[in-house]
């Protein structure tokens, strides 16, 4: 099970942080994926992390403002977004992966208003 | 920079028909890095088919997926009221270590 933080108010210009807790599992085999999709629209990849190497990626648009960590002590990725404009306005969600498996939290509501 | 293109926008059609679904690649993508996903109003998206052609677990026989180099392809063979859903491709580039996904095609009730 992937449970994700709850919905937060943001204003422009600040970050938001957002958590994904896994349970029943230590990270060690998954990737875990964050995905965004802003109101009534498509599905958009922002990044990933292994946790077991500590190494994230991410999508080009988002690299200088973006941030993808792993605890995995308490199986737990964040995904910290800054610098916020009303174009980020969305459900993030995160996932948990490995081949042939994924596992989705409930995603988490970020609204950028002023 | 990979586009993919997703068609039709909107597939309309009852259940028990057949749904076949196009995913196009502005450049060619390798078969293991297309995949396909599902997703519900107000749920989260669900993997239903990895590198092309296989099935996620869980996922029932009747969606099948083939293709390769640019043409990819999602085939569900016959519709069941739960498949009506936005269906999404999505590549994996391996130079930038990056996804990205198409714009999705809705399949809804005829």
């Known amino acids: 099970q992937v449970v994700q933080s709850g919905a937060e108010i943001k204003t422009p210009g600040s970050s938001v942080k957002v958590s994904c807790r896994s349970s029943g599992n230590t990270l060690a085999t998954y990737t875990i994926s964050w995905v965004r999709q802003a109101p009534g629209q498509g599905l958009e990849w922002v990044g990933r992390?292994?946790?077991?190497?500590?190494?994230?990626h991410y999508a080009q648009k988002f690299r200088d403002r973006v941030t993808i960590t792993a605890d995995k002590v308490t199986t737990t990725s964040y995904m910290e977004l800054t610098s916020l404009t009303f174009e980020d306005t969305a459900i993030y969600y995160c996932?948990?992966?490995?081949?042939?498996?994924?596992?989705w939290g409930q995603g988490t509501l970020v609204i950028v208003s002023s | 920079e990979i586009v993919l293109t997703q068609s039709p926008g909107t597939l309309s059609l009852s259940p028990g028909e057949r749904a076949t679904l196009s995913c196009r690649a502005s450049?060619?993508?390798?078969?293991?890095?297309l995949a396909w996903y599902q997703q519900k109003p107000g749920q989260a998206p669900r993997l239903l088919i990895y590198?092309?052609?296989n099935r996620a677990t869980g996922i029932p026989d009747r969606f099948s997926g083939s293709g390769s180099g640019t043409d990819f392809t999602l085939t569900i063979s016959r519709l069941e009221p739960e498949d009506f859903a936005v269906y999404y491709c999505?590549?994996?580039?391996?130079?930038?270590?990056?996804?990205?996904f198409g714009p999705g095609t809705k399949v809804d009730f005829k």
């Open positions: 996932a948990t992966e490995e081949t042939g498996s994924s596992t």
């Open positions: 590198g092309t052609s």
């Open positions: 999505q590549q994996y580039v391996p130079s930038t270590e990056g996804f990205s």
């Open positions: 992390i292994v946790p077991i190497f500590g190494v994230a």
């Open positions: 450049q060619s993508v390798s078969s293991s890095y």
